[in-house]
Structures are given as structure tokens and as C-alpha cells.
């Protein structure tokens, strides 16, 4: 049976899920939950990591390492860069990068360290499998760069610099992280995330307004890709 990860970062990002399943197990392991799970004869294993990349990276490897998860997909929100994204608008990563992170100092371009690239590519199948499930389901989905980094972003300056040195379309505090552990665990993973904000002065009031319903848009999403996987 193939082990499926299912993971978000805050609590609202994975409710829809687990009350969609409504019959699941849970687990601790080093400080946090991880709920397990049959679905259409895929194991799951779902959780939410708490807030930022050190979180994040934590959660992805325990549900590698620990629960054995063969495929990854995060689902969440994030703020929009992109002028076309518009609140509760899906956004799929082709790939992610870390803006925070900065060793200019040493002529290293932004987001790379020695060793690493600036981008994580996510897995071509998975898109794929996302794409068909679009179509089906007739919703839009924007294919783009994703841009993580351990900062709420409610800031056009930063949101404008992000954009010019990673070209990224959405920003939020998990990704490439998560992108970081997989790739390094040769796990095909998938990262979703429904705008909730556009990283402005209004980030805060536009996040806590629309935190619940883009974290229900991605999940649902994700929900259909489930019926995808298990029908394969
Ligand atoms: O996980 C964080 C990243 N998420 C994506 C995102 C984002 N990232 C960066 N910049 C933006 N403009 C973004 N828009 C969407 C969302 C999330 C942001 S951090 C939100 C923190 C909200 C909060 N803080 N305290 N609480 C909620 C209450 C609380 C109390 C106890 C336990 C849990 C929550």
C-alpha cells in the first residue's frame, strides 16, 4: 500500500482534511501529533508542523524517517506575489527557494549555500497528476516559484525584492524547506498553497479573514488528488 504524507503548518491547514476522513489514529513523536489514516487504500499520514522552515523540516523528515512516507504533499496558504493570484487562487510549486537565506558576503548569489541549489524542483508527476486534476475539477491552477522564508511578509518593499531576485509568484514560511528534506530523501513531494493575502500593509487583516477558507480551497484540492493516487 503506497504511505502517503500529508502535511500543512498551522492546525486550520490540515482540519479540513481530518474532518473530511473523520476516522484516524494519532500518534506523538517529538512534541507533535501525526494522524494516520486509510483512504481509498492509501495510507496516510498527516500533520501539521507548527510555523516556519526549522518546523517544517522537522515534520517532513519525522514523516519520512518515522512514518515511511513515500510521497509528499503539502497543503496550506500563502501570501500572492503574482498580480493574477486573487484570495482563495491555487498555486502549485515547479519550484521553491529560500529567500532568507544570505551568504552574499561570501559572492554566493541569494537563497544558495555551497552544496545546495537557490531552487528545489518539486515532481513532475505529481504536477502532472495535480494538472489532470484541475482540469476535472475546472478549477485554475498556477504553476510558479515558490519563495519560503521564516518572515510574515506584510511588506511591498520585501515582497517586490523577493519577486525581482527569485521571479517567485507566492511566498510563505514552509516550502523549500520542506522541499530541502524530500529532495534529500529522494521523496516526490507537492506543494499547494490557496492565497489568503498579497504580502501588503493589509497581509495581517486579509490572513486572519481568509486563513479557513484557502486552507479548505488547497485541501479540498488535495482531497481530489488523493482520489487521483489511489485510482492509479
Ligand atoms: O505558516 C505561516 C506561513 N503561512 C503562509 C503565508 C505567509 N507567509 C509569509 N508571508 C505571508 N504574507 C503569508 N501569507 C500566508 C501562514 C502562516 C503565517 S504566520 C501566522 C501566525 C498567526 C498566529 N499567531 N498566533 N496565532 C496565530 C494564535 C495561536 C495561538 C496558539 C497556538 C496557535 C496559534
Not at 167 to 178: F, R
Amino acid at each position: 500500500m503506497s504511505k502517503i504524507a500529508i502535511m500543512g503548518a498551522m492546525v486550520e491547514e490540515i482540519e479540513p482534511l481530518l474532518e473530511f476522513l473523520g476516522t484516524y489514529e494519532s500518534v506523538e513523536v517529538a512534541d507533535n501529533t501525526y494522524y494516520t489514516a486509510e483512504y481509498k487504500g492509501l495510507e496516510l499520514v498527516i500533520a501539521y508542523s507548527k510555523i516556519g522552515k526549522v518546523f517544517a523540516s522537522l515534520t517532513a523528515s519525522t514523516m519520512i524517517q518515522k512514518f515511511g512516507a513515500e510521497k509528499l504533499l503539502f497543503s496550506g496558504v500563502a501570501g500572492a506575489i503574482n498580480p493574477k493570484l486573487k484570495i482563495g487562487d491555487l498555486i502549485a510549486a515547479t519550484s521553491l527557494c529560500q529567500h532568507d537565506l544570505d551568504i552574499t558576503a561570501f559572492g554566493h548569489p541569494y537563497g544558495f549555500v555551497p552544496e545546495g541549489g537557490v531552487f528545489v524542483e518539486s515532481d513532475k508527476t505529481l504536477l502532472a497528476i495535480a494538472n489532470d486534476v484541475a482540469s476535472d475539477l475546472e478549477k485554475p491552477l498556477l504553476e510558479g516559484v515558490i519563495a519560503t522564508g521564516d518572515q510574515f511578509v506584510a511588506d511591498e518593499v520585501r515582497k517586490d525584492w523577493i519577486e525581482s531576485t527569485f521571479n517567485a509568484d507566492a511566498l510563505e514560511m514552509e516550502g523549500a524547506s520542506v522541499a530541502v528534506v524530500c529532495d534529500a530523501f529522494d521523496v516526490p513531494f507537492f506543494i499547494l498553497r490557496a492565497i489568503s493575502d498579497s504580502a501588503d500593509m493589509d497581509a495581517g487583516f486579509s490572513f486572519d479573514e481568509f486563513l479557513k477558507s484557502s486552507a479548505k480551497e488547497s485541501a479540498q484540492f488535495v482531497i481530489s488528488m488523493l482520489d487521483k493516487l489511489a485510482s492509479k
